[in-house]
């Protein structure tokens, strides 16, 4: 994910900003809600952080700001203010979700996979590369008129890395976004499912769709290899 920080408090920020990327995120940071607002309404997101608390316009004004202008990024408010009526005053400024401080960092990682997932949607167009073709509402997958049989965790690699044809995804990122983030990094689950799903996609029919970025990821080839 591409996840913009607003927050005032540097130390935080910085924490915050640390922890993403460590996380296989991408990450930008920003200590004001003017330029909070500027960067959330300008750059591309899967998910803003942003503080109530910030000097000029507070969060809930930032958040107000962008829901009025069309904005649909999902925004996780984060704030020392934890009263139901500080919650219910962001949440009807627009926002997804909201964490008091303290917080557990995994805990803001999983509200913001969550955020992501709903804002995603349930895929139902088919993806193609080439003559392969994914089909996510009836969970099949074709080369050209041959199907083939993959097991669940393996078509939901395939669809990830098919739905971002030609980027490179790290590790991370796959484990956060087909695992959860439940996977330790440090096995090798994540080599273990690519080569066997080399073995039934690319394999049999004498391609390589599925590439190798050294020290960095996978990338599936737009053109099927």
């Known amino acids: ?12 920020a ?28 300008t750059g591309v997101y899967d998910g803003v952080v942003l503080d109530v608390m910030l000097p000029g316009l507070d969060g809930v004004a930032v958040c107000r700001t962008l829901r009025q202008r069309g904005s649909m990024v999902p925004v996780l408010m984060l704030t ?6 500080d919650r219910i005053a962001g949440l009807d400024a627009g926002a997804d979700d909201y964490l008091a401080k303290p917080f557990s960092f995994d805990e803001l990682l999983a509200r ?42 393996e078509f939901d690699i395939l669809a990830l890395l098919l739905s971002r044809a030609g980027q490179c995804l ?27 799903l080399r073995g039934k996609v690319d394999k049999p029919f004498g391609r390589h769709t599925i590439e190798t970025l050294r020290g960095v990821g996978y990338r599936l080839r737009p053109d099927g290899g």
Do not use: C, K
Not at 113 to 139: C, I, K, T
Not at 173 to 195: C, F, K, M, P, Y
């Open 170 to 196: 790290t590790r991370y990122q796959i484990l956060d976004e087909v695992w959860d983030g439940e996977t330790d990094i440090r096995s090798n689950v994540i080599d273990v499912h690519i080569a066997t």
């Open 14 to 41: 910085d924490l915050l900003a640390r922890g993403l990327r460590e996380a296989g995120h991408s990450v930008d940071v920003r200590h004001t809600g003017s330029d909070g607002l500027l960067a959330a309404a």
């Open 112 to 153: 913001l996979r969550a955020l992501h997932r709903r804002a995603a949607g349930p895929p139902s167009a088919e993806v193609r590369a080439g003559d392969l073709l994914l089909d996510p509402a009836r969970r099949r997958v074709f080369r050209g008129e041959v199907e083939i049989d993959l097991s669940a965790r």
């Open 80 to 85: 020392a203010r934890g009263d139901v009526p």
């Open 1 to 12: 994910m591409r996840v913009l920080v607003v927050e005032d408090e540097r130390r935080l």
